[in-house]
């Protein structure tokens, strides 16, 4: 899986830019060290004496400042960390999920956490709670355990459990966790993913035959093409699904991850969604709602695809890293912390959004 992730990323840096890892290409490492060690201190100071953050009831959160933290530098050894550790294990179920009992979101819960357990894993203490909790995520996937077939809409997708369908941003985690866990990218989870992921982008296609598959031509990506189909972006007056941002940039990441190969349509479609939308100045389709979710995943993906100099349609060039350290560090509050004035998908939330920002800073390292 990782010579086959190489060779996708490597040729997908080359579609977007001929320029490749150098230090010039990189951000301003002073800069991008001093907001990340004020984001820090901001959560150190933020944690509850249960070892939580926001809610003791809402672990998703918590996994993803602590995820957040180990990713930023903190060692297991924090004292704030082994707060927090101890937190987190203490929602490990005995069916291998990580999660509240009370939750409907077992998907997300479970995948954050493993991914903070993951990071916090130098020494194998994790290894049997991440082995089990990647396969009960395996067990959550649509697929034909809930009767359904490969012609479904949901099928391959995971999700909060609330809604009764899978989602892209569920499926998102999904696979960034079975990646972590070591999963391979030849195991069926994967296989069918990129058959829930095709069918969320804005492309007729032999992998997509969905209703909304021609009806928005652009090759960006939506929530979800399950029990009727949604985008947070909305619809339009023939019911065609509106790309966005951050769905886009999940879904390229994830077809990555699920091995679909760059000359592939899908990818190029995708590419060029991106290409046409740059900006870090708000999460294109969606305005503000979502901003810093959509940070985090614009340089989660540009990491992981290896580009380093971006190139929109029109010719423009970008350092993004060096672009997002120096917006994220200009938004930063006095004391550390970020937040957006959208408080939509709960990024009212210092915590959280906090979390996504680290995240973020974490992916404009050329350092990796």
Sequence with gaps: MARSLAFCATLFGALLSTSFAAPETGADAEKLQASTQRGVEFLKSSQAADGSWTSPAAPGISGLVTYSLLESGASVDDPVVKKALA????????DGGIYHPETNHKNYETSIILLALNSANKDGRYNETISRAADFLKGLQWDETESIDEEDGAYGGAGY?????PDLSNTTYLLEALRAAGVSQNDPAFKKAA???????????KHNRTEFAGKVKDGGFYYTPAAGGS???????????????????AGLKSMIYAGVQPDDPRV???????????????????????????????AK???VMEVDEFVEANGTKHNWRRELVDHL??????????????PRWMEGDANLVTAYALLALRNCRVDQ
């Design 301 to 303: 993906s540009l990491s």
């Design 329 to 342: 560090a200009a938004v930063q509050a006095e004391n550390g912390s970020w937040k957006n004035e959208q």
């Design 87 to 94: 937190h987190l294990e203490s929602f490990v179920q005995k």
């Design 231 to 249: 985008s947070q972006a909305g619809a339009n007056p023939d019911g065609g699904l509106r790309s966005y941002a951050s769905m886009t940039y």
């Design 161 to 165: 459990g609330s809604h009764s369908r």
């Design 195 to 205: 058959v829930f992921v095709s069918r969320c982008q804005n492309l007729e296609s």
């Design 268 to 298: 190029k479609a995708a590419q060029e969604w991106i290409r046409q939308f740059y900006t870090i100045e708000e999460n294109p389709g969606m305005g503000q709602q979502g901003l810093f979710y959509y940070y985090q995943t614009f």
